[in-house]
């Protein structure tokens, strides 16, 4: 675990969703640790992106202690939402961690993900797709903006969340929490990289990686 500040905002309304500003750090290390991703993870994904590559084990292992910080505070939100603290504190492992390279016209359509939790981390938003968004006029979570859906309810339930990133967000979020991702016209790349964690190691799950750096750190948040 490093000593960072953790900026943090909670959204009140079905699911628990966190976002957070992770560290330059932690930006400049999954930014540097990419250049060695040679996992293809295009055709294992959902998304309609063609650039699509997965962490290797090295590069997971180096990313743990910092997101373990943000794992550690979003288990306290969790509780506090809930108001049901945890009978028995999970035991996390990342199985899977992968960089998307978004390009004019690729979209993440709906979807979930497998396992407890997921995560989507913002490296880079470009200029250009922050002005296509500022002229956006529509009611969607509009271009480059991500959209969290949970059920059909009357008018005045609120059953979505829209938002649009900004370098250095990162949201953790439930795995089966129905998400997509818009697309943009602007001539440019957004880059995120996304994972997923379980509470205990799947059969199928990528293994090579300690769990051991996530066990205990919720427990030493609370």
Not at 96 to 112: R, S, T, V
Not at 135 to 142: L, N, P, T, V
Not at 180 to 186: G, H, L
Request: glycine share 8%; with cysteine; proline share 6%.
């Amino acid at each position: 675990m490093t000593n960072e500040k953790v900026d943090v905002s909670v959204f009140n309304w079905g699911p628990c969703i966190v976002r957070f500003k992770v560290s330059d750090e932690c930006k400049n290390l999954l930014l540097d640790e990419s250049k060695n991703n040679v996992l293809d993870f295009k055709t294992k994904l959902a998304g309609i992106i063609d650039h699509e590559t997965g962490y290797s084990e090295e590069s997971k292992a180096k990313f743990i202690p910092h997101f373990s910080n943000y794992l550690g505070v979003y288990d306290q939100m969790f509780q506090r939402h809930t108001n049901k603290p945890y009978e028995k504190k999970p035991e996390y492992v990342l199985t899977a961690l992968w960089i998307n390279h978004q390009k004019a016209g690729e979209f993440n359509p709906p979807h979930d993900h497998d396992g407890k939790l997921s995560f989507v981390t913002y490296l880079s938003i470009p200029d250009e797709l922050k002005k296509e968004h500022e002229e956006y006029k529509g009611k969607s979570c509009g271009p480059g903006g991500i959209q969290f859906v949970y059920g059909d309810g009357p008018r005045d339930c609120i059953t979505y969340q829209s938002f649009f990133p900004e370098e250095g967000d990162m949201f953790i979020f439930p795995a089966w929490l129905k998400h997509w991702v818009a697309p943009f016209k602007s001539n440019c790349t957004r880059i995120s990289v996304s994972g997923n964690v379980h509470d205990s190691a799947p059969l199928n799950a990528i293994q090579g990686f300690a769990p051991e750096y996530l066990k205990g750190k919720s427990e030493k948040k609370q």
